[in-house]
T-cell receptor, first 114, second 116 residues
Framework: GENVEQHPSTLSVQEGDSAVIKCTYS??????FPWYKQELGKRPQLIID?????GEKKDQRIAVTLNKTAKHFSLHITETQPEDSAVYFC?????????????FGQGTTLQVKP | GAGVSQTPSNKVTEKGKYVELRCDPI?????LYWYRQSLGQGPEFLIY????????DSGLPNDRFFAVRPEGSVSTLKIQRTERGDSAVYLC??????????????FGNGTRLTVT
């Protein structure tokens, strides 16, 4: 079945450093790849998304890159701040036609030390 | 405007009981989704509605789980004969439509279900 692998499971960085989280997916029909941030006890919130016809997308300190051939995509956070500390989930659409039917990775717990 | 609203926020029930979880999506969103999130895991797809009909229920774990959306807005997830393994956070999400550009998922805060 479809699968999304996410690494690392935990990541600790110093404030101001960069953080990179990587995901691979198995379904070659996936064409939508969102990233969600979830703080403890709260809802997952979309932080950035990318579609398969785009290789890279940037929004201020956050960027996502996609390599469709290799079936992997990555989240890059630059100049990290303590408020970036949270669990981050990558996801891939299950099939090409529904951007809401997603398979999620296992999550990465990011800790930014002041 | 208001986000996705889920009630109750917490539900504790005994094994074997029936529970209903409610979701009120963002106004105007035609697509509604239910996900389940176990501790330390990513959300897992259960079912989605486009309008009133269940367009895809392939993620429902078994026939104890059922969901409805009779008027195309509020949805109820129903679990019969609850088991301890059903304990999780049940997340509802909505999007403007099920596909196409500009239709990301917006999640609610979830209902934490504990089966004792």
């Amino acid at each position: 079945g479809e699968n999304v692998e996410q690494h690392p499971s935990t990541l600790s960085v110093q404030e101001g450093d960069s953080a990179v989280i990587k995901c691979t997916y198995s379904d070659s029909a996936s064409n939508y790849f969102p990233w969600y941030k979830q703080e403890l006890g709260k809802r997952p919130q979309l932080i950035i998304d990318i579609r398969s016809n785009v290789g890279e997308k940037k929004d201020q300190r956050i960027a996502v890159t996609l390599n469709k051939t290799a079936k992997h995509f990555s989240l890059h956070i630059t100049e990290t701040q303590p408020e970036d500390s949270a669990v981050y989930f990558c996801a891939a659409s299950i099939g090409p036609s529904n951007t809401g039917k997603l398979i999620f990775g296992q999550g990465t717990t990011l800790q930014v030390k002041p | 405007g208001a986000g996705v609203s889920q009630t109750p926020s917490n539900k504790v029930t005994e094994k074997g009981k029936y529970v209903e979880l409610r979701c009120d999506p963002i106004s105007g969103h035609t697509a509604l989704y239910w996900y389940r999130q176990s501790l330390g895991q990513g959300p897992e797809f259960l079912i989605y509605f486009q309008g009133t009909g269940a367009a895809d229920d392939s993620g429902l774990p078994n026939d104890r789980f059922f969901a409805v959306r009779p008027e195309g807005s509020v949805s109820t997830l129903k679990i019969q004969r609850t088991e301890r393994g059903d304990s999780a956070v049940y997340l509802c999400a909505s999007s403007l439509k099920a596909g196409g550009l500009g239709s990301p998922l917006h999640f609610g805060n979830g209902t934490r279900l504990t089966v004792t």
